[in-house]
């Protein structure tokens, strides 16, 4: 390979489509990527792996503010290990909690799928909960 590369190749690269480069690098994710005289992306070796990296954060769930965080700690080589574990762990606590919400939610929708007939007459159990005031 031979670097630098343009948007389309180290969108190829890294997994993540062109828009979403061009969104990374105006969110400051990727420093300023270097453009050749008539204006077009030059993209590194390194401003791929930081696509990578910042690809895969997304794919474990990490919001932008947090993948920010992360790619700035990722950079720091004088960072503790701590500041990554609070991040990671401050996330892993978010999804349990969505999780849980999430199973209530399965749950609630189980028991009213059990009590609806699923027939011919009009009478549904699922609209007469959704219909309640204050739940």
């Not at 965080?69 to 950079?75: D, G, I, R, Y």
């Not at 401050?90 to 849980?100: F, G, Q, W």
Request: proline fraction near 3%; include cysteine; hydrophobic fraction near 35%.
């Amino acid at each position: 390979m031979l670097w630098p590369v343009n948007i389309g190749s180290a969108a190829e690269l890294s997994g993540v489509s062109a828009k979403m480069v061009r969104h990374y690098e105006s969110l400051g994710l990727l420093p300023r990527v270097a453009r050749t005289d008539s204006g077009y992306r030059q993209y590194s070796e390194a401003d791929v792996h930081t696509l990578q990296f910042i690809k895969r954060s997304r794919d474990l769930g990490f919001s932008m503010a947090e993948i920010g965080e992360l790619v700035t700690l990722w950079q720091n080589r004088r960072r503790t290990s701590a500041s990554v574990k609070r991040i990671a762990q401050k996330h892993v606590d978010e999804l349990a909690t969505r999780i849980e919400a999430m199973q209530s939610m399965q749950r609630t929708l189980r028991q009213l799928l059990h009590h609806c007939h699923g027939d011919e007459r009009p009478d549904c159990p699922i609209l007469d909960d959704l219909a309640q005031q204050g739940g």
